[in-house]
């Protein structure tokens, strides 16, 4: 198949899955993971009218962020764990953070996105002028991977609401990786059922749940966002350190 051709088949199992689910199909965004694959292929999507596109990196987002400069209603949207030392570069080019886990992170964030807010705006568009956020919840309790703790989340949900720069606009996961896409269905469940217990869907009207492996599961549990990569892309290339 070639890459248009797995866009639309994704398109249409996510429309699929949430009419499964009873949901309306626009209440849920694709964003399409883009790390390791080239601005060529990222191009050929936009022209197929995918807007949303995801990126873990913050070198290659800025990287691929200067190549495709010129389409200047592309989204990006930084997935990936964040460090603070790259929150300058980041606001530059992104509408949304999906990975804040931290409330140093937050703070950072925050001032950067201050700095730049009337750039931002003129660049991405006046809702654009403050930062989207998503706060990256531990689901598993995995150490070594991302995310703030449950019972950390309320402190890092205020941190955010307190920088004017930025946007509380949900939650998002990465569950641990198992064999059978139903197991993965708990940890989305607990993901909206966090969203309940802290506000429910008017403070955090996003669920950013669901990757290649699992949307449909997530879709099921009330993601309003997966974020595909290997299902349109392809296999990624091994990275290199
Ligand atoms: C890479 C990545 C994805 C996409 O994963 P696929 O399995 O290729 O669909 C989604 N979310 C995050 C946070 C990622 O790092």
Request: hydrophobic share 45%; net charge neutral.
């Amino acid at each position: 198949m070639t890459l248009i051709e797995n866009f639309r088949a994704i398109e249409a199992r996510i429309a699929r899955a949430a009419q499964s689910a009873g949901r309306d199909s626009r209440a849920v965004r694709l964003i399409a993971v883009s790390k390791g694959h080239p601005a060529a292929a990222i191009r050929e999507l936009y022209a197929a009218g995918q807007r949303d596109f995801g990126e873990s990196y913050a070198q290659e987002l800025e990287g691929k962020a200067a190549e495709l400069a010129e389409l200047t209603d592309l989204r990006w949207h930084m997935i990936g764990h964040l460090q603070r030392n790259k929150a300058r570069s980041v606001v530059r080019h992104v509408t949304t953070v999906h990975s804040v886990d931290s409330i140093a992170l937050a703070r950072e964030l925050g001032r950067r996105a201050q700095a730049i807010a009337e750039e931002r705006a003129r660049r991405f568009g006046p809702e654009h002028a403050r930062l989207d956020v998503l706060v990256e919840v531990s689901i598993a309790g995995e150490e070594q991977k991302g995310g703030v703790a449950k019972d950390a989340l309320a402190e890092l949900l205020a941190a955010v609401e307190a920088e004017p720069a930025l946007r509380l606009v949900g939650l998002m996961c990465i569950p641990p990786l198992v064999d059978d896409p139903a197991a993965a269905r708990p940890y989305f469940d607990e993901l909206a059922a966090l969203r309940d217990a802290h506000g429910g869907p008017e403070r955090l009207p996003e669920l950013s749940m669901g990757m290649t492996h699992d949307f449909e599961q997530a879709i099921a549990a009330g993601a309003t966002i997966v974020r595909v990569g290997t299902a349109i892309f392809g296999e990624r290339p091994p990275r290199r350190a």
